[in-house]
RNA sequence: GCCCUUUUAGCUCAGUCGGUAGAGCGCUACAUUGGUAAUGUAGAGGCCCCGCGUUCAAAUCGCGGAAAGGGCUCCA
C-alpha cells in the first residue's frame, strides 16, 4: 500500500501501483472524468502513470492554468495529427501551450492557406470523436528515438538537444510525437476547437533559420468556453486604438506620407497637448528644465555616441550635403549631453534635470509597425539627469517614483519593471564589464528601494548599458513597454562630460535616462484603449456637449457654450436634428458631458446632465455645473463630478 | 525583412459565369423644432490601391509593386 496526501491535508492509502485516475475515481466519477492532468510531489503527471510511492496528489481540471497548458498541449498534438492526414508530407516540429491562452504548432514543408486551416479545424474534430487515449512510449536509448524520428531532421535535432534526458514519446491512433508530456487521458474531452491564426514563424526563432509555417488555435472542455473566448476577442477588437482612434477622429495615416508617421488630426491633438502640458507642469514641480534641440545633426555626434555603428539599423539612411553626412535623430541623449558639456559645470548645480518633448524617427521594420503602438515616428517625454554618483540610486528612485504618480492620476494599476540586461553571449554591446556590472547594481538597488515588482530579460539591454522598462497592463490585458529608463555610465564618459566637484577635482557625471509617458504615439495608443475611447473630462477631445431641446432656447445654449469657452473648456453647441440623434452623436463621439437645456431648464436656471452611462441628473443648476466642471479640469481628475440634484438638495 | 491575409464612395461593406459599379451611414439642400442612442425627401460623391499582361472586353484572371492587418524569444 502506498499512502496518498490530498490537498486538503487527508492522507488514505491505495494499493501501490493504483494510477491517479483510479485514485480520482474512487474518490468521485466527476472528479474523473474532469481531471486533465495530475500533479504528484510537485511533478505533473499523467492520469494512467502507475503510482509506487507515498506522496502529494492533486488533480488537475481545465480551470487549472496547469491544466489549461497540458489540455492545449494536447490540442496541439490533434492539431498535428489533422496535419499529418490531409498533409502528409507535412514536418511536425514543435507545438506548445501560450501564456495569452491557446496553442501553437510549428511545421515544415506545409504551404497551406487560409481556406485548409478550416480543414485542418474539421479532421480535428472528426480526430477527437474517434475516442483515442494518448498512450506513453518511453524510449530506452536515444538511437531509438532517432530511428523513429529518421525521417524529420527538426525532431532529430530536438532528440539531440535532450539526449541526456529520459526521452519519450505520445501515441494517439496512427500519430506519435516526441514530448515530454503529460497529456490529456482522452482526446474526447476537448469538446470545442478554433484554429485562430496561420503566420509564419522561424525554426528555433532566429531569422536566419528556415521559415515554418506555425498554426494557431485554442480548444476547450465546453462549447460555453469557446463562446466566452470569443467574445473577449471580440471586446478586445471594439476597444484596439485604431478602431477608435478612427472612430474618434483622432489620428490618420497617409500613404502618400509614409508607413509608421502619424497625423494627428485635431481631436489626437487635444490629447497630445493636454498630456504634454500636463507633464511640463509637473515635471517643472520635479526639478527639470526644459530644452529643444535640432532633428537632424552631423554623422560625427552619433559616432561618439556610438549609436553608428550599434544602432545603424533603426535609423534613416544619411543625407548629404556640405561635405558633411547629417542623420535624422533617433534618440535625444547625445543632445541633451551636449546641452550639460556648454559650459563648465559644478556639483553645485546637480542633479541637473534637462527635458524636452523631443522628435524622434526611426526605421521599424515594415513588418513590426502597429497602429500607434509602433511608429517611425514619434515624440517622447524624454529627459536626462546628471548627478553625482552617490545620488544616483535616490534619484532614480525618483523616476520610479514619477511613474507611479503618473500611473495613478491615469488609473493605470497593473504595471511592473522589466530588467533588462545584456547577454553575455553577444558582442553587440558596448564593452566595459566592471561599468555593466556598476550600472545593474545601482539600478537593482533602486529598484528594491522602490518595491516595485519587477522580472529580468536578459538580452534586451540598449548598446550602452542595462535598462528598466515599464510595463503597462490594459484593462483587456494587452501590455506594453510605456517608458525606458537607465543609469547610464558610458555615454558621460564617452561625451567627455565633467563637472567641478566638492574640492574642485573634475569628475564625470552619472546620466539617468527617463521617458515615463514614453512618447505620445505608444502612450495615447495605451490610454485609448484603457479608457476604451471614454477618456476623463480633462483629457477629452470634446469635453461638453450643450444640446438645447428646441430653437426656443438656441440662444440660452449658446450663452452657456460661451461662458464655458470663456473658462477654457471645450463646448459644442450641437442644433439641427432631433434630439435623440444628437444624443446618439454625442455618445458615439464619446463626449463625457451632455447637458441638455429645454424649457424647464431655461426658466429655473437650470440644466440636466447626462452621461456616458445613459445617467442623466435632472435640475442642475448652471453655476454649479461649470464650477464642478471647472475644478474637476483644474484638477485632472479621473472621474467625472457629480451633481447635485436641485430638487432633491432643497 | 520573412510567412499568411486584405485593399471597391469619407466610413462599414455587397458586387454571381470576365460585359467598366451598389447599399447603409456620413456629406449637401429643402422640409421638420424634436425631452435623452438614428425625422423625412432629394442630391452630390468612384483612377474599383498602382503598374504590366491575358482577353473583343478586367473591380473580377495572371505577374510585379505599394499600403494595411495577423504572426515571427523559449517551451520535444
Known sequence: MINITFPDGTVKPFPSGSTAFEIASSISQGLARETVVARCNDELI????????????????????????????????????????LFPQALPTIGPPIEEGGFYYDFADLNITQEDLKKIENEMKNIVQEGLTPQRIEYSTVQEAREANKDNPYKLAIIDDYQNETLSAYKQGEFIDICKGPHIPRLSMIKAIKLTKLAGAYWRGDAKNEQLTRIYGIGFPENKLLREYEELVAEAARRDHRKIAQEME??????????????????????????????????????????????????????????????????????????????IKPMNCPFHHKIFS??????????????????????????????????RGMQMNDAHIYCEKKDAVKEFVDVIRLHQYYYEMLGITEYSMELALRDPQSDKYHGDDSMWAEAEELMRKAMELSKVPYTIDVGGA???????????????????TASTNQIDLFMPEKFGLTYAGEDGSVQVPVC????????????????????????????????????????????????????????????????GDTLNKRVRDAQLRRIPL?????????????????????????????????????????????????????????
Not at 534635470?353 to 526611426?362: D, N, P, V
Not at 504615439?521 to 428646441?550: K, N, Y
Not at 431655461?602 to 453655476?623: I, M, P
Open 46 to 85: 499523467d492520469l494512467s502513470v502507475p503510482l509506487t510511492t507515498d506522496c502529494r496528489l492533486e488533480f488537475l481540471k481545465f480551470s487549472d492554468i496547469s491544466g489549461k497548458k497540458v489540455f492545449w498541449h494536447t490540442t496541439a498534438h490533434v492539431c498535428a495529427q489533422a496535419v499529418k492526414r
Open 250 to 327: 483622432l489620428f490618420t495615416v497617409d500613404e502618400d506620407i509614409g508607413p509608421g508617421m502619424v497625423l494627428w488630426l485635431p481631436k489626437g491633438n487635444i490629447i497630445k497637448e493636454e498630456l504634454e502640458r500636463w507633464a511640463k507642469e509637473t515635471e517643472q514641480q520635479w526639478g527639470y528644465q526644459r530644452v529643444t534641440t535640432p532633428l537632424i545633426t552631423k554623422e560625427g555626434l552619433f559616432h561618439t555616441s556610438e549609436h553608428l555603428p550599434h544602432y545603424t539599423e533603426s535609423m534613416f539612411p544619411p543625407m548629404e550635403f556640405d561635405n558633411e553626412k547629417y542623420y
Open 342 to 375: 556648454s559650459r563648465t559645470r559644478s556639483y553645485r548645480e546637480l542633479p541637473l534635470r534637462i527635458a524636452e518633448y523631443g522628435w524622434c524617427h526611426r526605421y521599424e521594420q515594415s513588418g513590426a509597425l502597429f497602429g500607434l503602438m509602433r511608429v
Open 462 to 480: 540598449a548598446f550602452y548599458g542595462p535598462k528598466i522598462d515599464f510595463q503597462i497592463k490594459s484593462v483587456i490585458g494587452r501590455s506594453f
Open 512 to 575: 539617468i535616462h527617463r521617458a515615463p509617458l514614453g512618447t505620445h504615439e505608444r502612450f495615447i495608443g495605451f490610454l485609448i484603449e484603457h479608457f476604451a475611447g471614454r477618456f476623463p473630462l480633462w483629457l477629452a477631445p470634446e469635453q461638453i456637449a450643450v444640446l438645447p431641446i428646441s430653437k426656443e432656447q438656441g440662444n440660452g445654449a449658446n450663452e452657456l457654450v460661451q461662458r464655458l469657452k470663456e473658462r477654457g473648456l471645450r463646448a459644442v453647441l450641437e442644433t
Open 594 to 650: 451632455m447637458v441638455i437645456l429645454g424649457e424647464k431648464e431655461l426658466s429655473t436656471g437650470t440644466v440636466a446632465v447626462r452621461t456616458l452611462d445613459g445617467k442623466t441628473t435632472y435640475g442642475v443648476s448652471v453655476d454649479n455645473f461649470v464650477q464642478q466642471v471647472t475644478l474637476n479640469r483644474n484638477k485632472r481628475k479621473l472621474t467625472l463630478p457629480t451633481f447635485a440634484n436641485i430638487k432633491t438638495a432643497q
